[in-house]
């Protein structure tokens, strides 16, 4: 609305303007011929005098007049050409007044959009990675040492590249509103020895808005866990202590504002996912998942603590009609201690948690659920607009109690702890370095641990 009166004035100011222009051609006739008047008075008052002063000089001064004259002339065309050219510019103003078309609004976003029969926002990152060290690390180069690769290895990928669109859909009724989105990387292949990566959903769904509360529908990340670390090793320690991955889910969201005083948010999340894994396919139901936060001052610190859970059933054998519970309970935590200073984690335990990245790479071992525990935390440091450093950590304990003879696959406990710096070069371009360690107590293998290093290039786009 601002903008509409803002556009309604200049129009106004450009037709006064316009009005103005048109009568100049008029005013400058008149003011041209009474100039010309008053100069040919005066000169004819100098010719009066200077013959009735000094006769003998009458030659001279006549002359020196009829040169005046003569100046004032010329003087007189000269106003009447700029006369010409500004009724020319009056004209020119008309017919652009005339011919402009109506004023578009401006686009909401910086970024440019793409229009098809709703506007596109493309987004992503161009993320190049020299990745080293002394152990081969399994699942995706990504998670744990493998005890039996004890030699070093070196890899450069620019696999976790990404793009994405946000798509802006109809309205629906007077307040709501349709989005949606579509995700890809390039980590398809999930070998590394190839040149060339295979691109990989990530994220697709549509989310139905209104001020309060939504319905998203697709696939996105799992709602019940929903913190990541800020590493820059894709792994984002899952398996050592981060659960929670992306599935296809159909939940509802609900917001409550102004509680306790006036300051608090309350968040409500419910719904369903699908793991993907072959178990809970196999049972023919969904997993029911769900999500609490609150966001609140406590002693003038912002603090978010949030509360997840997740439940179902998998059938885990082709050979009995045994179920098995899938269950997970997750805590989460974050606190802004300071604009330079905050800290953020999870702790979760459950069983059967493998598709979600939680109780290592096996959920179950000889019909049997692999029940697990672990947690992660994070201290962010950002002493300044274009430099930040990252600290944390995290394990997955398995409980041994829930093993059987030991699958090679299975550990007692894997743990991770990290550091990275990022700093910004320009805007949208970030290098960082990252040190990661890593050192797993394996069921049924050798102990093994790594020392695992990252340089990073991102460009954000």
Not at 13 to 35: D, I, W, Y
Not at 119 to 130: L, Q
Not at 134 to 146: F, K, R, V, Y
Request: hydrophobic share 40%; glycine share 10%.
């Amino acid at each position: 609305m601002v903008r509409v009166v803002s556009i309604a004035k200049r129009r106004d100011g450009c037709m006064r303007k316009v009005r103005f222009f048109s009568r100049l051609p008029q005013m400058g006739f008149v003011v041209v011929s009474t100039l010309t008047c008053l100069m040919h008075s005066l000169a004819f008052a100098e010719f009066a005098a200077a013959t009735s002063v000094a006769p003998e000089s009458t030659g001279a001064d006549l002359q020196m007049l009829i040169q005046k004259i003569d100046k004032l002339e010329k003087e007189n065309q000269s106003l009447k050409s700029e006369i010409e050219g500004i009724r020319a510019e009056v004209q020119q103003i008309k017919s652009a007044s005339a011919a402009a078309p109506a004023p578009q609004p401006a686009a909401s976003s910086d970024k440019p959009v793409m229009t098809a029969s709703a506007p596109i926002e493309m987004y992503g990152y161009i993320k190049v990675d020299a990745i080293g060290g002394d152990h081969q690390i399994g699942e995706l180069t990504l998670s744990a040492p493998i005890s039996t690769k004890d030699e070093g290895n070196f890899n450069l990928t620019a696999k976790e590249s990404r793009i994405g669109f946000n798509i802006k859909g109809p309205a629906i009724g007077e307040k709501g509103s349709l989005v949606g989105k579509i995700e890809a990387d390039f980590w398809g292949n999930t070998t590394d020895a190839t040149t060339t990566p295979a691109l990989r959903f990530r994220q697709a769904y549509l989310d139905l808005k209104y001020p309060n509360w939504d319905i998203l529908a697709g696939q996105t990340w799992d709602f019940f866990a929903p913190y990541n670390p800020s590493t820059l090793n894709f792994g984002v320690l899952w398996r050592a202590g981060n659960i929670g991955d992306r599935h296809p889910q159909i939940r509802w969201t609900g917001n409550m504002y102004n509680l306790l005083g006036g300051a608090g948010k309350f968040t409500q999340q419910l719904g369903i996912l699908d793991s993907k894994a072959a178990e809970q396919v196999n049972f023919g139901a969904p997993l029911f998942g769900s999500y609490s936060a609150l966001e609140q001052k406590i002693f003038g610190k912002v603090t978010t603590i949030g509360i997840g859970g997740l439940i179902g059933k998998s059938d885990a054998s082709t050979t009995n009609t045994d179920n098995l519970t899938v269950w997970g309970a997750v805590l989460t935590g974050k606190v802004k201690l300071s604009d330079v200073f905050s800290i953020m984690g999870e702790a979760f335990q459950g069983q059967d948690l493998y598709a979600f990245r939680g109780g290592s790479p096996a959920g179950v071992d000889h019909d049997k659920a692999v029940r697990s525990q672990g947690g992660w935390a994070q201290l962010n440091i950002k002493p300044g607009d274009k430099i930040q450093y990252n600290i944390g950590g995290g394990i997955d304990d398995v409980y041994t109690d829930s093993l059987t003879t030991g699958a090679s696959a299975v550990w007692d406990y894997n743990a991770s702890g990290f550091a990275n710096v990022r700093y910004d070069l320009a805007k949208n371009l970030q290098i960082g370095l990252e040190y990661q360690y890593f050192m797993t107590n394996y069921g049924n293998q050798d102990d093994s641990d790594a020392n695992r290093f990252q340089a990073s290039c991102i460009y954000n786009f």
